[in-house]
């Protein structure tokens, strides 16, 4: 037998659904990699015998070996910040002041459209960078703050520069309709036909988008508008989700997953016919504690709803200046535990399995199993559930990407 490198003196969370065990655990267990891809996977007293004076051995010193994270929702190429905004309000401000200063999200556009490529590139890749230290291998980055069509384009083109540069694997999503642009107040139609008909193509001439996002709130874009949207991407070709349902019920979800959409995004306000529209047609729910909590909400998404459909629950940090400037996968499992009352292994699943259909790569990413590519993390715990319950000690000792181990 001829392998690239194997690891033992591991336990591993596989969080492979054809394993019974919890976290689909295997104690004392072992993996080899070929050509950056898993090649065995099991109890350690089961391994094959191999060419051990040839082969490279990684000894874990029995921690946990868990698939690379996914965050399979953020919005981490921009300029700027809102520390400014943050702490007028705390000092009592009202949002229409914050506002007339030129706060919320319109300062983030500005910012972003006199950023140079260069600029996001940098602020993006140091961000990559935190994420990665917390064990993260794949990255979902939505555009969404240009409004335009140069800054859309521009931001895209910087998220499919990082993935090229980075070892963190980049998925993009193309959210040009996540609020209405300061040149279009008043006329959101004329905005949608611009995302529709002028930027949607070019996204698409130069494959910068691998899906398509609307934020669907009665503080953006309407049903009709959002279905609108949709519809033109899922004809270019491209995989659809949404963010629906976080600050009321507009029937985002329900419309989304009738035009098979991957997943449907923040969802506090999903009701059981929602939950059932998202499970007959295995639409994920991505669940964004950090917005929870950054904007101190107090309605829960339905849980034990999601629960009792068997609809695939995501989490991710919703990295962002304005409602999430939380930059951990970590906090986020954590959160997704005290805040959202997800178990342990729930919230794993979330940043691993689920996390990979959201992005629709589950069949490279996600679990550890024979086949799949060689994307995991060594953590210094003895017990999976430490890694979402403790927040502040980052337990990740190595990771390998693609076979690969990287040096953080
Ligand atoms: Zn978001």
């Given at each position: 037998m001829s392998w690239d490198q194997v690891w033992i003196d591991i336990?591993?969370?596989t969080m492979s659904p054809s394993i019974s065990t919890p976290y689909g655990a295997i104690t004392d267990g072992a993996i080899a990699v070929k050509d950056g891809k898993i090649a065995w996977i099991g109890a350690r007293t089961e391994l094959p015998e191999f060419d051990v004076l040839a082969t490279p051995i990684y000894k874990g010193k029995g921690g946990w070996v868990t698939p690379g994270l996914i965050d399979a929702h953020t919005h981490l190429v921009f300029a700027g910040n809102r520390a400014n905004e943050f702490e007028l309000?705390?000092?009592g401000a009202s949002y229409e002041e914050i506002a007339r200063s030129g706060g919320g999200i319109i300062s983030t556009v500005k910012a972003c459209r006199e950023a140079s490529e260069a600029e996001l590139f940098e602020l993006g890749r140091q961000r990559l960078n935190a994420l990665a230290k917390e064990g993260v291998t794949t990255v979902e980055i939505k555009s969404g703050y240009g409004l335009d069509i140069e800054t859309e384009l521009k931001i895209l083109r910087v998220a499919r520069e990082l993935g090229k540069h980075h070892h963190v694997d980049v998925k993009t999503t193309f959210l040009g309709a996540h609020a209405i642009p300061p040149e279009f107040s008043g006329d959101s139609d004329a905005?949608?036909?611009?995302v529709i008909n002028e930027m949607l193509p070019k996204v698409v001439a130069e494959n910068l988008a691998d899906a398509v996002d609307v934020f669907c709130e009665n503080i953006a874009f309407n049903l009709a508008q959002t279905e609108r949207v949709l519809q033109a991407a899922k004809k270019a070709g491209l995989t659809i989700k949404l963010h629906a349902e976080q600050l009321s019920n507009m029937g985002g979800s329900a419309m989304a997953?009738?035009?098979?959409a991957k997943s449907v995004d923040h969802i506090e306000y999903l009701d059981e016919a929602d939950v059932k529209a998202l499970s007959e047609s295995g639409t994920c729910a991505t669940l964004?504690?950090?917005a929870f909590y950054f904007l101190r909400e107090t309605q829960h998404p339905p849980i034990d709803l999601l629960r009792q459909y068997q609809v695939p629950m995501v989490v991710a940090s919703d990295y962002n200046p304005g409602s999430s400037?939380?930059?951990s996968s970590l906090l986020m499992l954590n959160m997704a535990c005290t805040l959202l009352r997800l178990t342990p292994e729930e919230a794993l699943a979330g940043m691993t399995r689920n996390a990979a259909k959201a992005l629709d790569i589950e069949q490279?990413?996600?679990?550890?199993?024979?086949?799949m590519h060689a994307d995991f993390c060594l953590w210094n715990i003895s017990t999976p559930a430490q890694l979402a319950y403790t927040y502040g000690v980052n337990a990740c000792v190595d990771v390998v990407k693609n076979g690969q181990l990287v040096h953080q």
């Open positions: 336990n591993i969370a309000r705390l000092q905005y949608v036909d611009l997953a009738k035009l098979g964004l504690p950090g400037p939380l930059c490279q990413v996600g679990i550890l199993a024979v086949g």
